[in-house]
């Protein structure tokens, strides 16, 4: 039983908490009009406090894998801006796309990730590209820019060397199941290793094989530590330290490691060591760029975030859909099979040129983006040029501190631009339409669009010319729907179970 202090005091708090959240409500629709703009669309909560209601359902469905989906049809219920409670801080969702062009481009100074990044990544991979924002973020994307270069990605010899023993490895006798994202994720740790760090991991008992092991076992730690952080915010304490801090330090001693060796190689040999023949590693032109130590491990370290899982993800749901689509896969096959997929000097330009393939791809990425939202957070009280008003027509005020959700998964979805049947994997709906940058954006878009994309883009495709070549059906052999699983990335809960049968 309580006694009469305690429900006094409890109800004492319920009419404060009640107090504050009326008023919060209040200064934002006075300062709504103060700016010219209109209250927004908002999500009809049953818990005004928290917004618990909606947080719950959207759990409750992420654990069945349709938390993608779900959240994306309270646009199809509440319009394309949507201002709901989440957890006790405001957030705005939309996909209305003049909404993201003033956020990634128009107003982009005004929008940034760090204050949320920042503070829970940072004691893993420090102040880079990924965490910072405006001139800090500018320094570290100059630093980036030469590894990303056409001249630098282009000489596909290196990738395709590592490709060599992931098709070795895929079952040759034309009816043995297997399940492609689980290798096409071992390829790509490999290749972004090669590609970020210069180390190519390799199976053996000597002593560096089992350091690159070691690292990527700690990598792999580090990154559930931190989303396990994003989403406990305050009860991260809870986390253990060998999923956080102890996982974090090994890894950065690995790097620190890795950088002096590279620093002593370029020393005694720079002429040698960084010819411009071959292409460099990220931690090399780091090097070249910077004396800064801590600066090439954190810009290195986010290198490796950003490449490892983007191209795996892309292919395997790519691969699911061929394997459930025949005919386009018989285009496919006809579109590359007079490609010489050995001669690298010119591949580049060869892979990018094929329509169908490139199609094929756009409507990957449409259906199932790598990244089905992204968020950004206003750096300074702001407005957006729609969400106000009962038609959502009018501009509304955002204060300082607000997320702003882009809802791609949604916004891929609207049949005004994509056109009819909507949830149909067509590639020949890229013969018509022509999305604006702001309509279409499977890798982000304005100042800080993937710095990787074309890269992701040529690597998939070479994948996806090779499978076509080497193998004249891929066969489903799950008949389960695509089943979005968010990590960093949206990967098939149910992954990519299929039968290659050979040419």
């Known amino acids: 039983m309580f006694d009469t202090s305690s429900l006094i005091l409890t109800g004492f708090l319920s009419i404060l908490l009640y107090v504050v959240v009326i008023s919060r409500a209040n200064k934002f629709k006075t300062l709504n009009h103060q700016h010219g703009c209109e209250h927004p669309v908002t999500y009809p909560h049953i818990d005004p406090f928290f917004g618990l209601d909606l947080k719950l359902q959207e759990i409750r469905q992420s654990l069945k894998y349709q938390g993608i989906p779900f959240m994306s049809n309270l646009h199809i219920k509440y319009g394309k801006t949507i201002w709901l409670n989440n957890l006790g801080t405001s957030d705005i969702r939309t996909i209305d796309s003049e909404n993201l062009q003033n956020a990634w481009s128009t107003n982009n100074?005004?929008?940034?990730?760090?204050?949320?990044?920042?503070?829970?990544?940072?004691?893993?991979?420090?102040?880079?590209f990924i965490t910072t924002d405006n001139e800090?973020?500018?320094?570290?994307?100059?630093?980036?820019?030469?590894?990303f270069s056409k001249a630098n990605i282009s000489n596909l010899s290196p990738f395709i060397a590592l490709t060599k023993a992931f098709f070795q490895g895929i079952p040759q006798d034309g009816h043995t199941t297997v399940d492609l994202?689980?290798?096409?994720?071992?390829?790509?740790?490999?290749?972004?290793?090669?590609?970020?760090?210069?180390?190519?991991?390799?199976?053996?008992a000597d002593g560096k094989s089992d350091e690159v092991a070691a690292f990527l076992k700690a990598f792999q730690k580090s990154f559930i530590g931190m989303g396990l952080s994003f989403m406990l915010g305050p009860l991260q304490f809870l986390i253990p330290k060998s999923m956080k801090y102890e996982a974090y330090k090994e890894v950065q001693s690995y790097l620190?490691?890795?950088?002096?060796?590279?620093?002593?190689?370029?020393?005694?040999a720079s002429s040698s060591h960084f010819n411009g023949s071959n292409?460099?590693?990220?931690?090399?032109?780091?090097?070249?760029?910077?004396?800064?130590?801590?600066?090439?491990?954190?810009?290195?370290?986010?290198?490796?975030?950003?490449?490892q899982d983007t191209t795996p993800v892309l292919l395997s749901n790519t691969l699911f859909l061929l394997s459930r689509n025949p005919k386009v896969y018989d285009r496919l096959r006809d579109e590359v099979q007079s490609l010489d997929l050995e001669e690298s000097q010119h591949l580049y330009d060869k892979l990018r040129g094929l329509s169908f393939l490139h199609n094929i791809i756009n409507?990957?990425?449409?259906?199932?983006?790598?990244?089905?939202?992204?968020?950004?957070?206003?750096?300074?009280?702001?407005?957006?040029?729609?969400?106000?008003?009962?038609?959502?027509?009018s501009p509304i005020y955002v204060p300082k501190g607000t997320k702003l959700w882009a809802n791609f998964y949604g916004l891929h979805r609207i049949e005004s631009v994509f056109g009819p049947n909507i949830e149909s994997f067509d590639p020949d709906r890229w013969y018509s339409i022509k999305p604006s940058p702001w309509e279409y954006m499977p890798f982000g878009g304005g100042p800080r669009a993937c710095v990787g994309q074309k890269k992701a883009l040529v690597e998939a495709s070479y994948m996806l010319a090779?499978?076509?070549?080497?193998?004249?059906?891929?066969?489903?052999?799950?008949?389960?729907?695509?089943?979005g699983q968010r990590k960093l990335t949206a990967s098939n809960a149910n992954g990519c179970k299929v039968v290659?049968?050979?040419?």
């Open 181 to 204: 994202q689980t290798p096409l994720a071992s390829l790509f740790v490999g290749t972004s290793m090669k590609f970020v760090l210069g180390v190519t991991p390799r199976p053996g």
């Open 466 to 483: 090779k499978f076509a070549q080497l193998y004249k059906r891929i066969e489903s052999r799950d008949a389960r729907n695509w089943a």
């Open 256 to 268: 620190d490691s890795l950088i002096e060796t590279e620093i002593s190689a370029e020393n005694e």
């Open 363 to 393: 409507e990957s990425l449409r259906l199932f983006p790598i990244f089905p939202a992204l968020a950004r957070i206003s750096l300074t009280d702001t407005t957006l040029p729609k969400g106000g008003g009962k038609d959502g027509n």
């Open 500 to 503: 290659c049968v050979p040419t």
């Open 279 to 307: 292409p460099r590693s990220l931690l090399q032109g780091l090097i070249k760029e910077t004396d800064d130590l801590i600066e090439i491990r954190d810009n290195a370290l986010q290198g490796m975030m950003a490449v």
């Open 109 to 128: 100074s005004d929008w940034g990730y760090q204050p949320y990044r920042l503070p829970v990544m940072g004691p893993f991979c420090g102040r880079g």
């Open 136 to 147: 800090e973020w500018q320094k570290a994307r100059v630093l980036l820019r030469p590894t």
